[in-house]
């Protein structure tokens, strides 16, 4: 194994030389087998029979591990972006009869995709507009889970974050970001820096706010010198779980307590 630096000054310097080598991806046969792939999750099945949509083929896998839990729920889902339509139908499907899914789009023309029948609505505006956002969630209070899919603009995800994660999301909820690939590209998605995926990086420390200027005699379950209040950032109370996958951002949020640790 190759020597690292002495003094690393960054994160790709603490990795091995092997763990960095240039290596090829590529793709089997079995890759390519559109029928196959879609086959083998629900999200995926119920994708194959709907016109007009585009999704990256590993999201499925992701779908049916972080969703099913809220099947035959009737939980109420925010998507935004709306394009044709087909996310709206494939959630209807997903989830079951009774969940209330509701769009929003930039675009007018995607309220026709409104079907109050079938619980489906469409709200025309920006996913950066607070305004607008507050009215969303005056009309129809706080969600089960949150997808954005929308504009795929840094500066935009980052606004819809800051403005639905407290109010708009629900204890329990799912916050999910998809479609991270244009924070690496030159297409105009990446309009700002730090990125969607710094931030989200970020969260990380957050999330173990709690451990700054503390010891492990401060969570102790007996120790007589146990602390039960800690000073953190908001964020640092709701968020239980952070998961990367290629692509995508969720972020699980519930009520969380100091940490304890015990010895038995």
């Known amino acids: 194994m190759s020597q690292l630096p002495k003094t690393p000054r960054s994160p790709a310097e603490c990795l091995s030389a092997e763990l960095l080598q240039e290596v090829v991806l590529g793709r089997t046969t079995r890759d390519l087998d559109l029928d196959f792939r879609l086959a083998q999750t629900l999200s995926g099945s119920i994708w194959r029979t709907i016109d007009g949509g585009h999704k990256w083929m590993h999201y499925f896998d992701i779908y049916d591990r972080e969703f099913s839990r809220l099947r035959g729920t009737r939980p109420k889902v925010l998507e935004i972006g709306v394009y044709q339509g087909a996310s709206l139908k494939l959630w209807h499907k997903f989830f079951g009869e009774g969940t209330m899914i509701v769009g929003v789009d930039i675009d007018p023309s995607c309220a ?43 500066s935009h995800q980052i606004a819809s974050f800051n403005h639905l994660f407290l109010d708009g999301l629900k204890d329990g909820g799912i916050y999910w ?16 820096e730090p990125t ?16 700054r200027g503390t010891n492990y005699q401060d969570f102790h379950l007996t120790g007589p010198t146990r602390r039960d209040e800690f000073k953190v950032p908001r964020l640092a109370t709701l968020v239980d779980r952070i998961t990367f996958q290629r692509g995508v951002i969720i972020v699980d949020k519930a009520v969380q307590s100091p940490p304890l640790g015990v010895h038995i």
């Open 196 to 211: 969607t995926v710094d931030l989200f990086k970020y969260l990380v420390d957050l999330q173990h706010a709690v451990y």
């Open 177 to 192: 970001i998809e479609d991270l690939e244009g924070n690496y590209w030159e297409q105009g998605h990446r309009d700002m």
């Open 112 to 154: 026709k995709h409104t079907d109050p029948d079938r619980r489906i609505f469409v709200e025309t505006g920006s996913q950066a507009d607070p305004d607008f956002l507050a009215r969303v969630l005056g009309t129809y209070g706080k969600f089960d889970l949150i997808i954005d899919d929308g504009s795929h603009v840094v």
